[in-house]
């Protein structure tokens, strides 16, 4: 059976940098997609960035663009989501999701919390 462990959130001053790590074990990362979402209070669900198995092409939502970079260690089976200059509407619980392509197999990992402010 396949997990999911997100950790490195935390609270951090606006303008500071988290490195968020999801980790997987069961199941080898390299074959799924790897998308980060996060939901705020109040909010829906929103996709962050994602980086693709075929080849590694990486993906952000506007809002994240030039601050967050998304990575993965294969070595490590990991997936990492490095968050440079925070502001506190990145505040948010935030997900990791693994979906492997044409296939039904889906996981989530639990959630840590990611809040910014002064």
């Known amino acids: 059976q396949g997990q999911l462990v997100e950790s490195g959130g935390g609270l951090v001053q606006p303008g500071g940098s988290l490195r968020l790590s999801c980790a997987a074990s069961g199941f080898s990362l390299d074959d799924y997609n790897i998308i980060w979402f996060r939901q705020a209070p109040g909010k829906p669900r929103e996709g962050v960035s994602c980086?693709?198995?075929?080849?590694?092409?990486?993906y952000y939502t506007d809002s994240v663009e030039g601050r967050f970079t998304i990575s993965r260690d294969n070595v490590k089976n990991t997936v990492y989501l490095q968050m440079n200059s925070l502001k506190p509407e990145d505040t948010a619980v935030y997900y990791c999701?693994?979906?492997?392509?044409?296939?039904?197999?889906?996981?989530w990992g639990q959630g840590t919390q990611v809040t910014v402010s002064a």
């Open positions: 980086i693709r198995s075929s080849d590694g092409t990486t």
């Open positions: 999701n693994a979906q492997r392509p044409i296939t039904p197999y889906d996981y």
